[in-house]
């Protein structure tokens, strides 16, 4: 049995040392590492951290009187709700910014340049005056 024991825990550090090798030694593409980078800013500005560490009530239903009890955060906190439509909107402001960016490789054609130009400005608008609405309804302003 200890022989038995021995070679199997052998052959799981002899994986595990491949399995690090090929991590050290990967090269992901660019594209995947810019996606990666762009989730996670996204992720980090709409407040991701504060959603993990905080437990948020927002709404109870109480079924003898059939109520429905909202639980309102001070101005200084935030609804889950609140932080996914920040990182949506963001991220179609994001999409603007690449569909912008996307019509320099189109100078030949300048209707097509034009277009992408248009609907990546579009698109950059929408999304801060959706993050934008989103404040001014929370705070009043």
């Not at 052959?11 to 995947?32: D, M």
């Not at 993990?52 to 709404?59: E, N, S, Y």
């Not at 054609?109 to 993050?131: D, E, K, N, T, W």
Request: charged letters at 10%; one cysteine or more; proline letters at 4%.
């Amino acid at each position: 049995m200890s022989k038995w024991f021995s070679k199997q825990i052998s052959s799981f550090a002899f994986s595990l040392q491949k399995t690090y090798e090929k991590i050290i030694t990967a090269k992901p593409s660019l594209f995947v590492v810019g996606a990666s980078a762009v989730v996670v800013s996204l992720f980090l500005l709409g407040g991701g951290i504060y959603d993990i560490l905080t437990t948020d009530i927002a709404v109870a239903y109480f079924p003898p009187g059939g109520k429905i009890i909202v639980f309102y955060p001070s101005l200084a906190e935030q609804f889950l709700l609140e932080s996914m439509l920040v990182m949506i909107f963001g991220a179609i402001g994001f999409t603007g910014f690449l569909i912008a960016h996307r019509s320099t490789k189109y100078a030949y054609s300048p209707r097509q340049a034009y277009r992408f130009l248009l609907v990546g400005c579009v698109l950059l608008i929408i999304g801060y005056v959706l993050i934008e609405n989103g404040l001014i309804s929370k705070f009043g302003l």
